[in-house]
């Protein structure tokens, strides 16, 4: 996978590192932390710090430097102020970077013999107010510890520093390390004690752990201090709150816990890799991406309510205390998760954000992915969708920020790579009807442009978006009947929209123009977002249904909705489970004597399922998909196995909104075509039946597209018959081989040879060259995968048949050595003898 970059690199003579397609920034070193503060962004890369503007434009950069003293140090010493460059002889690497903004100053401390801090001057770093040896944060490189600003308002702030603790190993530091696991450092000189110092009223306090711990986030909402950890030991991860008092020891001794369980029936432990807090509340919703089974791969996105819970008694936790005593009664809650929100493979960061009614969550994967889910307020997730895709494959950082100049950006990094990514891709949307399914809810389709942007872009003008709970349709529809005979079509419209959108919010039915009578009487009232209601002149419907157009008017935006109008109780004479989905969609209600007025029965979808689970009918069950591996571009010719397909359609890819007729449908077999996917990941599949229910839940995985790189033998005589494997990378998802002998015009039918791969791997794929036409001297290789043919970077090359003129033989020493000589003037061509 790497030799593609190294050979581009070497074909245009430069490197393109520093080139970025879309804001982008690139360090030496790979990425520690960062940190961002009103409009600049902070990179710790090991030993070099960045200083970047919120677009990621470089401010300037520096070595973080300090002074080894070789173990002696004068109390009086300690600190170093003023230029003493000439004296800095060793650099260090940041443990903890946090922006005080309110004291305009950047805190940096890191391992240097134990510890070292700086204050440095947030509008430019290269000012350094203050420097100490004094170890706030954990004397390790790379430890899983977290420090950042309580009580950040006034005088009264502290650093809570959170140091990950190792039982098992010693730390090989020769710096104090024991059982304390949170301290509270100062941030002033006028605060009890020095700057940094942990000393409170008398004497210092902690919060103490005895075994391992990591510690994985924290912050404070308003009063109240949340920190996140994993007691690996246990496969536990614990939550413990503060209550930010005015003194160190009443908010450490305000300690309480909770264990965080990974199911609704509290049993089941894991390990947490990345949280963020959901903006709003109360309730304070957290969200966090677990492992579910210890490795990295198996991950859960759930959410919680962290509020706390004031009543336990403080300092009783089990396995942190700050006054430890051994008599007390040891409790911790347990908090089971509201909702899981996202299964997927390999997550590893999340920012959660609020736009309107809805929750953003960013999530970051192993395989470089950005991905945005968006979840409202009933926990309905929408569909996720991709919003950056690393070509390397590079793991993505657990922490990620918002950009919060402009709100539309996520910065996330990996590796030695900072990236800016926007929010949405909005603009990709191309009519209002992709906009509204793409059910982001940073989006809207704007009148005056005519595009799908984000609001504030659409200044002045009407527009309109998803409403603030998530819809399968843009409208929904129900036909009532009163005791009089009247028939009412009701409208429901599923946006929100902008005030001029309102203003000129109205509805125009029509039918077919076959007839004449007006559709809606007079008396119909008048149209209030979000419904719409016509009574219809004529309440007698023909028994094939009458066809109505819906024009919903919206400022300048129409929205055409065709729908048939059936007598309700007419719907009738197929087995109920068909009828009963049928009627519901006709916007019908059901009974217990089938289909009926809305206004007489069940309107909406459960009341069939629910049907169909009670009636133990044959519903389609799929068993496998083959292959279920398969590249983003998809695949041709795939087959789904299972009992009762006999009457399946279609297959439907679900979040893609992307069906696949199927072909050869043998009741327990059928053929169809897996189609491409904007995205790398799982995809759930089901088996749609006539009536629209879909059945079935197997999974689909997109991986990234195959390569090839090389190809060994890249020769071949004319008349084939040779093995050739390509090398490169998911190779096992390639169809076939195809070769292309036209220098020009490479993909015309008449030049193309498709042959099938004898068998292949991940890496390797190998297949028998064929017999080439007369003077074929090259030819160009290409994978098939779906539809795609995706080219070999090197070709293959024909030679004419071989003529053996003579040989000779000389014996050297025990071994004959014999020479062919052949007729023609190529270079060598060795064969396979
Ligand atoms: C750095 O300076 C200190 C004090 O001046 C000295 O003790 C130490 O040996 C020096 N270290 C190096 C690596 O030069
Ligand atoms: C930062 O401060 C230094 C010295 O005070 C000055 O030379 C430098 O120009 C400043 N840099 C920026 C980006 O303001
Ligand atoms: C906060 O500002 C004061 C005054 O400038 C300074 O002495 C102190 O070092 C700063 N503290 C931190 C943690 O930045
Ligand atoms: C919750 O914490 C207690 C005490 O630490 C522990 O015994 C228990 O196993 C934990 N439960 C879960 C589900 O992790
Ligand atoms: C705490 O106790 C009060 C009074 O006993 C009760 O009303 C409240 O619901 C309790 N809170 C929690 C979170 O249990
Ligand atoms: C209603 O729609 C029909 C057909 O689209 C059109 O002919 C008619 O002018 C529209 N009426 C109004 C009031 O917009
Ligand atoms: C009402 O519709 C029915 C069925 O389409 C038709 O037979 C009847 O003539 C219509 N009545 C009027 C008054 O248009
Ligand atoms: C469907 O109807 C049932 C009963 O009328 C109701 O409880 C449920 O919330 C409805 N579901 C939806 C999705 O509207
Ligand atoms: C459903 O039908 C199958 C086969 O017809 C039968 O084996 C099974 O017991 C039935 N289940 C119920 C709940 O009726
Ligand atoms: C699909 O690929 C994954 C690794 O990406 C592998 O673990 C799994 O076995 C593959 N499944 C099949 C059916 O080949
Ligand atoms: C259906 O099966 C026939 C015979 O087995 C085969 O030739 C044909 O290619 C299949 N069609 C599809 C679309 O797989
Ligand atoms: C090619 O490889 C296959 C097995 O992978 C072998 O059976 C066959 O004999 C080989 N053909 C040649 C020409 O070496």
């Known amino acids: 996978m790497i030799l593609l970059p190294?050979?581009?690199?070497?074909?245009?003579?430069?490197?393109?590192?520093?080139?970025?397609?879309?804001?982008?920034?690139?360090?030496?070193?790979?990425?520690?932390?960062?940190?961002?503060?009103?409009?600049?962004?902070?990179?710790?890369?090991?030993?070099?710090?960045?200083?970047?503007?919120?677009?990621?434009?470089?401010?300037?950069?520096?070595?973080?430097?300090?002074?080894?003293?070789?173990?002696?140090?004068?109390?009086?010493?300690?600190?170093?102020?003023?230029?003493?460059?000439?004296?800095?002889?060793?650099?260090?690497?940041?443990?903890?970077?946090?922006?005080?903004?309110?004291?305009?100053?950047?805190?940096?401390?890191?391992?240097?013999?134990?510890?070292?801090?700086?204050?440095?001057?947030?509008?430019?770093?290269?000012?350094?107010?203050?420097?100490?040896?004094?170890?706030?944060?954990?004397?390790l490189r790379n430890s899983a510890s977290v420090g950042f600003l309580v009580n950040e308002e006034g005088q009264n702030a502290y650093i809570l520093a959170a140091l990950q603790q190792d039982e098992t190993k010693s730390?090989?530091?020769?710096?104090?390390?024991?059982?304390?696991?949170?301290?509270?450092?100062?941030?002033?000189?006028?605060?009890?004690?020095?700057?940094?110092?942990?000393?409170?009223?008398?004497?210092?306090?902690?919060?103490?752990?005895?075994?391992?711990?990591?510690?994985?986030?924290?912050?404070?909402?308003?009063?109240?201090?949340?920190?996140?950890?994993?007691?690996?030991?246990?496969?536990?991860?614990?939550?413990?709150?503060?209550?930010?008092?005015?003194?160190?020891?009443?908010?450490?001794?305000?300690?309480?816990?909770?264990?965080?369980?990974?199911?609704?029936?509290?049993?089941?432990?894991?390990?947490?890799?990345?949280?963020?807090?959901?903006?709003?509340?109360?309730?304070?919703?957290?969200?966090?991406?677990?492992?579910?089974?210890?490795?990295?791969?198996?991950?859960?996105?759930?959410?919680?309510?962290?509020?706390?819970?004031?009543?336990?008694?403080?300092?009783?936790?089990?396995?942190?205390?700050?006054?430890?005593?051994?008599?007390k009664k040891k409790t911790a809650e347990t908090l089971k998760p509201k909702a899981v929100l996202f299964r997927q493979k390999s997550m590893t960061s999340v920012l959660a954000v609020r736009h309107k009614a809805w929750m953003v969550f960013?999530?970051?994967?192993?395989?470089?992915?950005?991905?945005?889910?968006?979840?409202?307020?009933?926990?309905?997730?929408?569909?996720?969708?991709?919003?950056?895709?690393?070509?390397?494959?590079?793991?993505?950082?657990?922490?990620?920020?918002?950009?919060?100049?402009?709100?539309?950006?996520?910065?996330?990094?990996?590796?030695?790579?900072?990236?800016?990514?926007?929010?949405s891709k909005c603009g990709t949307y191309t009519d209002v009807r992709a906009c509204w399914s793409a059910q982001d809810p940073h989006c809207v389709w704007c009148g005056s442009t005519i595009s799908c942007t984000f609001e504030d872009d659409c200044p002045n003008s009407d527009w309109l978006s998803i409403p603030d709970d998530s819809q399968q349709k843009i409208v929904s529809y129900k036909v009532m009947k009163d005791s009089t005979g009247q028939v009412t079509l009701n409208i429901h419209t599923h946006l929100t929209v902008g005030q001029k959108a309102l203003d000129k919010y109205s509805c125009n039915f029509s039918t077919s123009s076959s007839d004449f009578s007006e559709l809606c009487s007079r008396e119909s009232p008048f149209p209030k977002f979000p419904q719409c209601t016509c009574i219809l002149s004529n309440s007698s419907l023909p028994a094939e249904g009458r066809h109505v157009t819906v024009s919903l008017i919206l400022g300048t935006t129409i929205l055409m909705e065709k729908l048939k109008l059936s007598d309700c109780p007419d719907i009738r004479g197929r087995p109920a489970y068909v009828l009963c989905g049928e009627c519901v969609r006709a916007g019908c209600g059901w009974s217990r004597n089938g289909c009926t007025w809305a206004n007489q029965g069940v309107g909406n979808d459960s009341v069939c399922q629910q049907m169909e689970s009670m009636m133990n009918f044959s519903t389609p069950e799929i068993s496998s998909i083959t292959p279920s591996n398969v590249s983003f571009h998809g695949r041709n010719h795939a087959v789904l196995s299972g009992s009762n397909l006999r009457d399946v359609i279609r297959v439907r890819i679900q979040c893609t909104q992307q069906e696949s007729p199927v072909w050869n449908n043998t009741g327990v077999r059928l053929t169809f075509h897996i189609p491409g996917a904007n995205s790398k990941g799982v995809v759930k599949v089901c088996a749609v039946l006539p009536d629209g229910s879909c059945h079935g839940n197997t999974k689909i995985t997109y991986q990234s597209s195959p390569s090839c790189t090389d190809i060994t033998p890249s020769s071949t005589w004319i008349s084939g018959k040779r093995n050739i494997t390509l090398m490169g990378s998911h190779l096992e998802l390639v169809e076939g081989v195809m070769l292309s002998h036209c220098l020009e015009g490479v993909m015309h039918s008449h030049c193309l040879q498709e042959v099938t791969p004898r068998n292949s791997n991940y890496q390797y794929l190998t297949y028998e060259s064929p017999a080439a036409g007369k003077g074929v001297s090259a030819v160009k290789v290409f994978l098939k995968v779906a539809n795609k043919s995706l080219p070999c970077h090197k070709t293959m090359s024909y030679h004419p048949e071989p003529e053996f003129i003579s040989f000779t033989s000389t014996v050297t020493g025990e071994d004959l050595r014999i020479t062919i000589q052949r007729g023609g003037n190529r270079g060598s061509l060795v064969g396979d003898i």
């Not at 657990?398 to 790579?417: A, G, I, R, W």
Request: proline letters at 4%; aromatic letters at 8%; glycine letters at 8%.
């Open 6 to 139: 190294i050979l581009l690199y070497s074909l245009w003579g430069e490197p393109s590192r520093c080139l970025e397609e879309d804001g982008g920034f690139t360090t030496e070193k790979n990425i520690r932390h960062f940190a961002v503060a009103t409009n600049t962004v902070y990179i710790a890369a090991e030993e070099k710090l960045y200083q970047l503007n919120h677009d990621l434009t470089l401010v300037q950069k520096l070595t973080l430097r300090g002074i080894l003293t070789g173990g002696h140090l004068k109390n009086d010493a300690r600190f170093y102020r003023g230029s003493v460059t000439n004296e800095l002889n060793a650099t260090f690497s940041v443990n903890i970077l946090l922006p005080f903004v309110m004291n305009d100053t950047l805190v940096s401390c890191g391992v240097l013999e134990c510890g070292y801090c700086e204050v440095l001057d947030l509008k430019n770093i290269s000012n350094v107010l203050y420097r100490e040896h004094i170890q706030v944060g954990s004397p």
């Open 171 to 327: 730390t090989g530091s020769s710096c104090p390390t024991g059982s304390e696991a949170v301290h509270l450092h100062n941030t002033y000189n006028i605060q009890r004690g020095y700057i940094f110092s942990t000393v409170g009223e008398h004497n210092t306090h902690v919060i103490k752990r005895e075994g391992s711990v990591e510690f994985v986030d924290g912050f404070q909402i308003n009063s109240i201090i949340y920190l996140f950890s994993n007691l690996p030991s246990r496969n536990t991860v614990r939550l413990i709150w503060l209550e930010g008092k005015a003194t160190k020891k009443q908010t450490l001794e305000s300690l309480r816990g909770a264990n965080l369980s990974l199911s609704a029936d509290g049993g089941r432990g894991g390990i947490l890799l990345s949280s963020s807090v959901i903006p709003g509340g109360p309730p304070v919703l957290w969200s966090g991406v677990f492992s579910v089974d210890g490795g990295k791969t198996n991950t859960e996105l759930l959410l919680f309510d962290i509020s706390p819970d004031l009543n336990m008694t403080a300092d009783a936790d089990p396995d942190f205390c700050s006054v430890c005593t051994v008599n």
């Open 362 to 423: 960013f999530i970051g994967t192993g395989d470089g992915q950005l991905m945005k889910l968006s979840v409202d307020q009933n926990f309905q997730s929408s569909c996720p969708r991709v919003l950056y895709r690393d070509d390397y494959d590079r793991r993505v950082f657990p922490k990620m920020h918002l950009d919060p100049v402009d709100l539309k950006h996520v910065y996330m990094s990996f590796e030695n790579q900072m990236k800016r990514v926007a929010v």
